[in-house]
């Protein structure tokens, strides 16, 4: 049975992995709030006197697990909505220059102003390498919305991009 001080040292260990994971998906806010989940559910599993399990790879299942949970959750309040996204929006890839380390921090600002979904999809499909029927079995949407909504936050990060490289 795990200690106290067993519960400190993997959240010391383990907080800023799980914290960087779920804000880079879901922003500042829901990420904080995805965190705390994840670390009230390895309390709860070290009270069950089941501290053994609770790892770094199981913190960051935890963690994905959560995210998507948080993804599907919002898919399904969209559809609840009516909200239909149109398909004529050509795919087009992001340009190389936009992931080199020189503009990492600016294309971080720039991911947290889009609107949450935008960003939520850009980042499960460039970061985490998902592709679009991945992502689709994932949040529980269709295929065809997935594609529009995600050339529609290409465009979103495209034009705030340049409207933040014109401004510096």
């Known amino acids: 049975m ?22 880079a998906r879901l922003g500042r806010g829901e990420g904080e709030e995805v965190t705390a989940d994840v670390f009230h ?3 709860l599993a070290f009270a069950d006197g089941q501290s053994d399990r609770v790892t770094g790879a199981w913190l960051m299942t935890v963690a994905r697990n959560k995210v ?7 898919e399904r309040r969209r559809s609840r909505a009516h909200l ?3 398909r004529d929006d050509a795919i087009e890839p992001f340009p190389d220059h936009w992931s080199r380390a020189a503009t990492r921090r600016s294309v971080l600002e720039v991911l947290e102003r889009l609107p ?6 850009l980042v499960a499909h460039y970061v985490d390498e998902m592709s679009v029927p991945d992502i689709a079995d994932a ?3 269709s295929v065809r919305s997935i594609e529009s ?3 529609r936050a290409r465009r979103a990060f495209r034009s705030e991009y340049r409207r933040q490289e014109a401004s510096a």
Not at 116 to 121: D, G, I, N, P
């Open 2 to 23: 795990g200690t106290s001080a067993d519960f400190d040292a993997i959240y010391d260990a383990e907080f800023a992995n799980v914290l960087r994971f779920t804000t």
């Open 41 to 43: 559910a390895a309390a």
């Open 68 to 74: 998507v949970d948080r993804w599907r959750r919002e």
């Open 84 to 86: 239909i996204w149109s």
């Open 116 to 121: 949450k979904r935008y960003r939520s999809l």
């Open 139 to 141: 949040t529980g949407g």
């Open 149 to 151: 909504a995600l050339a």
